[in-house]
């Protein structure tokens, strides 16, 4: 699934079509998706894993969920669920993704400031956010939407072990300066993410997601498929990512699966 700085990517490569009006429709969405003919997108916008396209009175919602994809100006084998085409031939392509419409204008449905890459983020407000929930784990807590929208797997499993914290440690047992730095990396890794991808050496940057071992200090990693509500494959090291409150109940964490075993995307 996408995280958040992907769909930053998306938002700039498609700035262009804001200011122009879609003169051409099609897809196989069960969506009303002729509504958009002849409107002009008046903005586009990203809230965390949404691509947005503002319209007069309504607005377009994208989620690429776990295998969608997008083509600008050429198409993939497959018919594309949304096309939408504008003028001098340019179509934006969306494939495998939800496509749903938003009454109204986007600034009543969306918080910014809860989007870690957004200009109006508030890290004092996610910090707000998470002390109303001191039993969930940190790594569920990195993956509430509604407190760090934008925030992936990925990027989970690579801040927590940033700041040296074990997944399954307790957001309420966590000192205030390890949760400062939980909401700080939250932003600041996925901006690393954005440049790094942006630059094609996203996983060279890698330093527990899909790896066996720990870069500082040689340690095998632990490695959960299923970790926490939400269920998402979790890498830590038990050596320097410490575990603050009580342990978790769960199956014992095994080892990684082997580097070059192709690990299915978890939703």
């Known amino acids: 699934m996408p995280e958040g700085p992907s769909l930053v990517i998306l938002r700039e ?4 079509f804001a200011g122009r009006k879609v003169l051409r429709v099609s897809g196989n969405s069960t969506q009303d998706i002729e509504r958009m003919r002849g409107r002009k997108v008046l903005a586009v916008r990203t809230w965390g894993k949404h691509f947005l396209l503002q319209f007069d009175g309504f607005g377009l919602r994208i989620h690429l969920l776990l295998f969608g994809s997008y083509r600008i100006n050429e198409e993939k084998a497959t018919a594309p669920l949304l096309s939408l085409g504008f003028s001098k031939g340019e179509v934006l392509n969306f494939y495998a993704c939800s496509v749903r419409f938003i009454e109204g204008e986007l600034d009543d449905t969306y918080d910014w400031t809860a989007d870690v890459m957004n200009d109006d983020w508030d890290a004092a407000a996610a910090r707000r956010k998470l002390r109303l929930q001191p039993e969930s784990l940190a790594a569920d807590a990195l993956l509430d939407q509604d407190v760090f929208a934008g925030v992936g797997n990925i990027i989970k499993n690579e801040v927590l072990h940033r700041i040296r914290v074990h997944p399954e440690s307790r957001v309420g047992a966590l000192p205030p300066r390890k949760l400062s730095e939980l909401v700080a990396q939250a932003r600041e890794y996925s901006f690393d993410f954005y440049n790094w ?4 050496v996203l996983k060279k940057h890698w330093q527990v997601h899909a790896k066996t071992s ?4 040689g340690t095998p990693l632990s490695y959960r498929k299923h970790l926490g509500q939400a269920q998402r494959r979790a890498f830590w090291c038990d050596t320097c990512q410490r575990l603050y409150g009580e342990a978790v109940a769960t199956d014992a964490a095994l080892p990684p699966p082997p580097s070059n075993r192709r690990v299915r995307k978890q939703p």
Do not use: E, H, Q, S
Request: hydrophobic share 40%.
């Open 13 to 16: 490569a498609a700035a262009r």
């Open 214 to 217: 720990c870069p500082r200090d």
């Open 197 to 200: 991808k942006k630059a094609f």
